[in-house]
């Protein structure tokens, strides 16, 4: 294997510009699928930042007869929940808000949450700093905060000793008592703009328990679900304590109905998101798609560029499946090195734009490039070389060996003319020469050289020989009649000796032209 893959990586070098193209144009649809990915698995797939975020639940009052614009309860819904419902290990509400802050550098205007103490206990997350408030102190009104992580490092400067400090919320002395880890982030707002930079006591007042606020949905509840507790039971639980609130309802909401609903935190969190995220990676699928056909067409148009190399090596006796196995490795080159190199530009992109993504996406802390979404990078090149490949491997090892070999074959001559010459057959007569003892001399010398020009002559085939009028003139001629009947006399390796006066010279060769049968 190991061999292959140095033969398809110097096959590939080979041809630089066809390698080049495919990487790049593999690198932009697999980085681009990455980085889509990198969001789908960060906001859909992954769990949330929770300890064992599969028990928390959402709870709300559903109001017949009217659109509440999404899951709420009103403050008296809280306390009633909270006090009278048994499926819950903690259960508290919140409520977005906003305050001027002051007293730490220059008044700004910040985003924060009021929540009852039963939210911190129901997520379960410890504070890097400090505690949370209890409930206790929610009851009791008291001004205490927690601050974000980031609140903590950007306004502060990451002061370790902020516990204790005091703080202006509207003009109002809060203390604070705790800061948050760095990943923690509640309410799950869609977006940068609205999270919370600090947490502080619900403290309800009031008006805000009685009279028309029992008509006000304008808070949220979670929990978390007792170990063996579904979300049906937990709603059958809370359904008993929305009837007895409704009999508490004044007058002018008699004719109010309402029930509970218990949704998972995760998919209430994510339903709006969802759509946009899968068109968005239905997107880069369709690019992905596309330069996966465009490498197999470029691998199509090398392999048939390459037919007479592939017919070559089928001839000296390489096996279909080594051909094949070469043709899938040279694809897997191209596919992986452009894959490593769409996962360092999916970083970079994802480094660069993730405050461009829009506002309605939730769980932005959760998106990055992780181990799962490198592996699945990874995975996406390999499949991405297998499938861009195995068409055209297969096309390559189809090539006919014969009918490739033929077509690189070099072109026959022309026809001739055989009206421009006709061949002519010399039919050689030489006499016997046991009648002569002992043999002349001069014959046996130049014996040799006769039979050298016989075999010249008979060599010459009629084909070779004929040609036509032009081309006649510039041909060699093959070895003339008279040098063969003169040999004798021409070609004298030895000294003749002596001839004594009975010793008849050499007869002469006769010959005589034929036309062939």
């Not at 990586?9 to 990487?23: A, D, N, Q």
């Not at 681009?32 to 599969?54: H, K, N, Q």
């Not at 946009?276 to 560029?305: E, K, M, Q, S």
């Not at 041909?475 to 000294?495: D, G, K, Y």
């Amino acid at each position: 294997m190991l061999r292959d893959l140095k033969i398809a990586i110097r096959h590939l070098s080979k041809s630089p510009g066809f390698s080049i193209t495919s990487v790049f144009m593999l690198a932009l649809g697999i980085g681009a699928t990455t980085a889509i990915f990198s969001i789908v698995e960060g906001v859909l797939l992954r769990p949330l930042p929770f300890p064992d975020p599969g028990h928390l639940v959402v709870l709300a009052d559903e109001l017949h007869g009217a659109d509440l614009g999404g899951y709420a309860v009103t403050g008296p819904d809280i306390v009633n929940y909270s006090r009278d419902t048994h499926s819950f290990t903690a259960l508290g509400g919140y409520q977005q808000f906003g305050h001027e802050l002051s007293g730490a550098g220059e008044p700004a205007q910040i985003n924060d949450a009021r929540m009852t103490a039963g939210v911190f206990a129901a997520l379960e997350v410890e504070p890097l700093l400090g505690r949370v408030f209890t409930q206790q102190e929610d009851d009791q009104k008291q001004r205490v905060a927690v601050l974000s992580y980031a609140t903590w490092q950007s306004r502060f400067h990451g002061d370790s000793g902020i516990l204790g400090q005091k703080i202006l919320l509207d003009r109002k002395p809060y203390v604070v008592i705790g800061v948050m880890p760095r990943n923690f982030e509640f309410p799950l707002i869609p977006g940068h703009l609205n999270r919370s930079e600090l947490w502080i006591p619900m403290s309800f007042q009031p008006e805000e328990l009685t009279g028309g606020a029992q008509a006000s949905w304008g808070f949220q509840m979670a929990g978390r679900l007792k170990p063996g507790v579904t979300p049906a039971l937990a709603r059958e639980d809370a359904d008993r304590v929305a009837r007895e609130t409704m009999r508490s309802y004044p007058a002018f909401m008699a004719g109010l109905r309402i029930t509970s609903v218990v949704h998972d935190l995760h998919e209430d969190t994510i339903a709006k998101a969802r759509p946009l995220v899968r068109t968005l990676f239905l997107a880069v699928a369709v690019v992905l798609l596309i330069a996966c056909a465009n490498l197999a067409g470029l691998l199509l148009v090398r392999a048939i560029r390459r037919r007479r190399e592939i017919a070559f090596r089928l001839a000296l006796g390489s096996s279909a499946a080594t051909l094949l196995r070469q043709a899938l490795l040279e694809s897997l080159v191209l596919s992986v090195t452009g894959g490593v190199i769409g996962l360092v530009a999916a970083a970079i992109a994802l480094r660069v734009g993730t405050n461009l993504l829009p506002e309605t996406l939730p769980l932005i802390g959760n998106i990055g490039l992780d181990w799962p979404v490198a592996a699945f990078a990874l995975s996406l090149a390999v499949v991405t070389g297998v499938v861009s490949g195995v068409a055209p491997a297969f096309a390559a090892i189809r090539t006919s060996v014969n009918e490739t070999l033929k077509e690189g074959a070099a072109p026959a001559p022309p026809a001739e003319d055989t009206r421009a010459s006709a061949p002519v057959w010399l039919s050689l007569k030489l006499p016997s020469l046991s009648s002569f003892s002992p043999p002349p001399a001069c014959c046996c010398a130049a014996s040799k050289k006769c039979a050298k020009l016989t075999s010249a002559i008979a060599r010459t085939t009629p084909s070779s020989q004929t040609t036509t009028s032009r081309a006649s003139s510039t041909a060699p001629r093959p070895p003339s009649i008279s040098s063969i009947r003169n040999c004798c006399v021409v070609s004298r390796p030895f000294p003749a000796p002596p001839a004594p006066a009975s010793l008849p010279s050499c007869p002469p060769m006769e010959h005589s032209a034929t036309k062939p049968s």
